[in-house]
C-alpha cells in the first residue's frame, strides 16, 4: 500500500488563485517531496523537505512539513493554465526509495 | 540533454514476449531506480541499485522481471513472458548516494501488453 495520500484527489480552479494540496504520510520519514507529473509524461522534481524543515519557498511554490501529524502541503499561488498537471507527494523513509501517494489532479482553467 | 533517458519510449508488445528497457542515468549519479506506475496512481517502487549492486527488491517484482546495472551507469529492465497486467509506464529514476538527495526521473517507457 502507498504511504502517502493526496487530498483531495482533483482539484479545478481558475487561472489566478491558489491551489492548496495536502499530503499525509504513515511511518517517519527522513525527507518529503513533491513532485509534477504532465499526462503521460515523466515527473518533475518540485520541492525537497526534510525532516527537520517546516517551511519551503520556490518560485510560486510553498511547502510545509508538519512531522507530529505526519502531514504536507504544497501550494501554488497565482496559478496558471500551464500549471494544470498530476501532483505527487513522495516520502522517503532510508535508504533513499521513495513511497508516492496517488496524487492530486489539478485543473486550472483560463 | 544530461537529465535521465529511457528507451524505447513506447513499447507494444504480444502476452508472453520478452521485453526490455533501458536507462541511462545522469552520469555522477550512483544511485539508480526504477518504478511502475499504472493510470490514475503514483509509481511503485519495484528496485534499486548503488552503482552494481541490487539492493533491495520490491514483493512487486516478480521472477519474471530482472534488472541489472552491470556496469554501474545504464541499467536494463526485462520482462519475460509479458501479461497484460505488466501494461503500464515504467520510470527510471537516479540520485546521488546521499539518501536525502533528490531523485530524477527520466520519462518513461510506456509499455502496453495485447
Known amino acids: 500500500s502507498q504511504q502517502g495520500e493526496e487530498d483531495p484527489q482533483a482539484l479545478s480552479i481558475q487561472e489566478g488563485e491558489n491551489a492548496t494540496m495536502n499530503c499525509s504520510y504513515k511511518?517517519?520519514?527522513?525527507?518529503l517531496q513533491w513532485y509534477r507529473q504532465n499526462s503521460g509524461r515523466g515527473l518533475v522534481h518540485l520541492i525537497l523537505?526534510?525532516?527537520?524543515?517546516r517551511e519551503k519557498h520556490s518560485g510560486r511554490l510553498r511547502v510545509t512539513l508538519d512531522t507530529s501529524k505526519k502531514s504536507s502541503s504544497l501550494l501554488i499561488t497565482a496559478s496558471r493554465a500551464a500549471d494544470t498537471a498530476s501532483y505527487f507527494c513522495a516520502t522517503d523513509a532510508g535508504a533513499g526509495k521513495s513511497t508516492f501517494g496517488d496524487g492530486t489532479t489539478l485543473t486550472v482553467k483560463p | 540533454d544530461t537529465g535521465v533517458s529511457q528507451d524505447p519510449r513506447h513499447k507494444i508488445t504480444k502476452r508472453g514476449q520478452n521485453v526490455t528497457f533501458r536507462c541511462d542515468p545522469i552520469s555522477e549519479h550512483n544511485r539508480l531506480y526504477w518504478y511502475r506506475q499504472t493510470l490514475g496512481q503514483g509509481p511503485e517502487f519495484l528496485t534499486y541499485f548503488q552503482n552494481e549492486a541490487q539492493l533491495e527488491k520490491s514483493r512487486l517484482l516478480s521472477d519474471r522481471f530482472s534488472a541489472e546495472r552491470p556496469k554501474g551507469s545504464f541499467s536494463t529492465l526485462e520482462i519475460q513472458r509479458t501479461e497484460q497486467g505488466d501494461s503500464a509506464m515504467y520510470l527510471c529514476?537516479?540520485?546521488?548516494?546521499?539518501?536525502?538527495?533528490?531523485?530524477?526521473f527520466g520519462p518513461g517507457t510506456r509499455l502496453t501488453v495485447l
Open positions: 529514476a537516479s540520485s546521488l548516494t546521499i539518501s536525502t538527495d533528490t531523485q530524477y
Open positions: 523537505i526534510r525532516s527537520n524543515e
Open positions: 511511518t517517519s520519514i527522513n525527507n
